[in-house]
């Protein structure tokens, strides 16, 4: 009963996260791959990032600290030589 009401009392140790699904477009080969993620991979709270070429897709699991903005997103990929499409917003990364 301890254990329990000392997990309960400590901060979220498994915080909660944020699944952004990003339509992007101009990526046309795996090699274009790295420079689409690298600017997210440098970034604070972001876990993980993945590219679908063929989807034209980039999803990225944050924890609940980051918010990423549609401009924002326009200018990373924009400096990078793609074009922001639209992104959704999920409350986990699955």
Not at 16 to 36: F, H, L, N
Request: net charge positive; glycine share 8%; aromatic share 6%.
């Amino acid at each position: 009963m301890a254990g329990l009401a000392m997990l309960l009392s400590t901060p979220n140790l498994l915080a909660a996260e944020k699944g952004y699904d990003i339509q992007i477009g101009g990526v046309t080969c795996i090699s274009c791959v790295p420079r689409a993620e690298a600017e997210f991979k440098n970034m604070d709270g972001v876990k993980s990032i993945k590219t679908d070429v063929k989807k034209g897709e980039v999803k990225i699991c944050t924890d609940a600290s980051v918010a990423f903005t549609e401009s924002q997103l326009t200018a990373i990929f924009r400096q990078r030589g793609f074009a922001f499409k639209s992104m959704s917003v999920k409350d986990n990364c699955l």
